[in-house]
């Protein structure tokens, strides 16, 4: 099973909707998360930080579920310029592991 | 605000030719990272820098050397391109690895062999 999974997706919302992503860990000694957005032949970007109490920047609401553990990014009121692809980024306590998942692509359209 | 700054943007390379890329970060960031990403594998280290002085192998070292030459700047060295290295090369940069800290990256180098 790999360290983290995601839906390749697409995921293809019109403007206006909510759309939902869920992002899976297997190792439940990992301590931070994050998504990151990464455009077409782009750098990755950090987009937001998960933290175990939920937050929310914006239209954005991260969550962490520990108990599953899964985390999820929930997008509302989508933008054509949310269109990119979502990286669940998972962090163990020790060591450099930084493990990402391979990413959801999102499609809004008008 | 120039962050992390990668060279070059695009090479091609021959099979067995040599090649460095290059990577800086002006955010006095003490921890620095080397990442291939290829269609359908997502994001995959391949050497880190905990701190100036340091350097350990990722999750894809094979066929890689890396160099961190001072905080500032870390280099990826491919002695002998395969086509296997043909990618996408990212490097990033964190203020230290300590675990809650997000990486930043470089805008990547876009490498063929042929």
């Known amino acids: 099973r790999k360290e983290v999974e995601q839906d390749p997706g697409p995921f293809n919302v019109p403007e206006g909707a909510t759309v939902a992503f869920n992002c899976t860990y297997s190792?439940?000694?990992?301590?931070?998360f994050f998504w990151y957005r990464q455009d077409c032949r782009k750098e990755p970007k950090l987009l937001m930080s998960?933290?175990?109490s939920g937050n929310e920047d914006g239209r954005f609401t991260a969550q962490l579920n520990r108990a599953s553990q899964y985390i999820s990014l929930l997008i509302r009121d989508s933008k054509l310029s949310d269109s990119a692809t979502y990286l669940c980024?998972?962090?163990?306590?020790?060591?450099?592991?930084?493990?990402f998942g391979k990413g959801t692509s999102l499609l809004v359209t008008p | 605000n120039a962050g992390v700054t990668q060279t070059p943007k695009f090479q091609v390379l021959k099979t067995g030719q040599s090649m460095t890329l290059q990577c800086a970060q002006d955010?006095?960031?003490?921890?620095m990272y080397w990442y291939r990403q290829d269609p359908g594998m997502g994001l995959r280290l391949i050497y880190y820098?905990?701190?100036?002085?340091?350097?350990d192998k990722g999750e894809v070292p094979n066929g890689y050397n890396v160099s961190r030459l001072n905080k500032r700047e870390f280099s990826l060295r491919l002695e002998s391109a395969a086509p296997s290295q043909t990618s996408v090369y990212f490097c990033?940069?964190?203020?230290?690895?300590?675990?809650?800290?997000?990486?930043?990256f470089g805008d990547g180098t876009r490498l063929s062999i042929l």
């Open positions: 990033a940069s964190s203020e230290s690895r300590v675990f809650n800290q997000p990486q930043h």
């Open positions: 190792n439940s000694a990992s301590q931070s």
């Open positions: 998960v933290y175990s």
């Open positions: 980024v998972v962090i163990r306590s020790s060591g450099y592991a930084l493990n």
């Open positions: 955010m006095n960031h003490n921890s």
């Open positions: 820098s905990a701190s100036e002085g340091t350097t």
